[in-house]
């Protein structure tokens, strides 16, 4: 091609001069606004804080089964990682649980990005705590038929490319991350990809999973999910009553597949003392659970409660009010304390979250979005660190 005379090109460059100062004189208010925005969310705006690593800490406490459940792996911001986690330590927690994606991990198959699992591994490292990391969400390419399936639809044909992910994070993080949950409350069909629920496809799951991660981490310690307090019914598409699932869990022959057993007991509106029944959904529900275990011959195993806790939003049925809420909770510790010995953790949900849902699940929550402590923090963290305490109830210090 020809190139162009070089007038031409000068020529070309005044014309497009002019128009452009045609439109300004014309648009002068609209580039000014413009420019006046630019400065405000570019320039005038703070960059967020930066999160560098401080000096180890150690966290103190007197009550090692206290744990917390944190919500960190979709902070956009580091520093609230970092802030999150500190206030743990501060709370007397020295173990925290949290989410751990898949779909996250391993967007395509077999190309890892451990991006956003590190940052909340090595702030954890930095406050002196543990985690207990939960498995699962399902990436797209697991998938099988993506119009239909959820997040959480995994299909058996998917069941070793899970395994050899969870196989891979237990060699990555061997020494510094040694518990891991596999799934969550599988016996609701929302969390089993809207499926009927299937105990022995959940024990073909742990047998997968359970071999592999310990070839990679000899120390790892494997926990069974974690099922939702349920009455629901044999039929129901909603779910299966823990009770009967974990019933039929042993008898699927999945013993052998885990090492420890998670479970989530919410308190509702009764106190930690209300005696167990199978009828009735509350703290000491996990009694009944313990007693399935140890009838299958299994009372040498470890429990992790890994979500409980009791609720005060003022109108919601299940909650109660902010006093019963600090006295029940510290009241649920000291009862696990002294009645349970097989339980090894008592985790709370949950220490925040990212940002206020505007409705009852932030009343579950320790601190606030911003992170304002709310009474429920420090009462557990007068407990867990022995600062005043009654025989029967905490009781706040003078003053608070």
């Not at 330590?89 to 956003?116: H, I, L």
């Amino acid at each position: 091609m020809k190139p162009r005379p070089f007038s031409v090109i000068i020529q070309t460059m005044l014309t497009l001069r002019s128009r452009l100062w045609r439109l300004f004189r014309v648009y002068w208010r609209w580039f000014i606004r413009a420019g006046i925005v630019w400065l405000i969310l570019v320039r005038l705006t703070p960059a967020p804080p930066r999160a560098p690593l401080g000096p180890q800490q150690i966290v103190e406490t007197i009550k090692p089964q206290v744990c917390v459940h944190t919500r960190l792996i979709d902070e956009v911001y580091e520093w609230k990682i970092q802030r999150s986690l500190q206030m743990a330590r501060e709370m007397g927690a020295d173990t925290v649980v949290e989410f751990f994606p898949w779909a996250y991990a391993e967007p395509a198959k077999g190309q890892y990005d451990w991006t956003s699992f590190e940052r909340i591994i090595k702030h954890a490292r930095n406050q002196g705590l543990h985690i207990i990391a939960r498995m699962g969400l399902v990436p797209a390419w697991a998938r099988e038929d993506l119009e239909n399936a959820t997040l959480n639809y995994l299909p058996d044909e998917s069941f070793d490319e899970f395994a050899a992910f969870v196989a891979a994070f237990a060699g990555r993080y061997a020494g510094v991350v040694d518990h891991i949950i596999i799934w969550n409350e599988p016996n609701l069909s929302f969390e089993w990809g809207y499926r009927a629920v299937d105990p022995a496809g959940y024990a073909r799951l742990l047998e997968a999973v359970y071999a592999p991660a310990h070839a990679a981490n000899p120390n790892v310690v494997i926990l069974a999910a974690p099922l939702a307090p349920t009455l629901e019914p044999p039929g129901s598409p909603n779910g299966l009553n823990d009770l009967l699932y974990l019933e039929a869990l042993y008898q699927a022959g999945a013993a052998p597949y885990f090492d420890a057993l998670a479970m989530h007991t919410y308190g509702f509106t009764e106190a930690p003392e209300a005696p167990p029944a199978p009828d009735a959904l509350n703290f000491r529900r996990a009694e009944l659970l313990r007693q399935i275990m140890e009838r299958y011959d299994d009372p040498a195993r470890p429990v992790y409660i890994t979500e409980s806790g009791w609720n005060d939003h003022p109108r919601w049925t299940k909650a109660v009010r902010p006093s019963l809420r600090v006295a029940y909770t510290v009241n649920a510790f000291k009862w696990a304390e002294a009645n349970w010995p097989w339980l090894d953790k008592l985790c709370i949900w949950a220490l925040r979250y990212p940002i206020s849902t505007r409705s009852y699940p932030d009343n579950f929550t320790l601190l606030t979005a911003d992170f304002q402590p709310k009474p429920i923090f420090t009462a557990i963290q007068a407990y867990a660190r022995g600062w005043q305490e009654s025989d029967d109830l905490w009781l706040p210090a003078p003053g608070e």
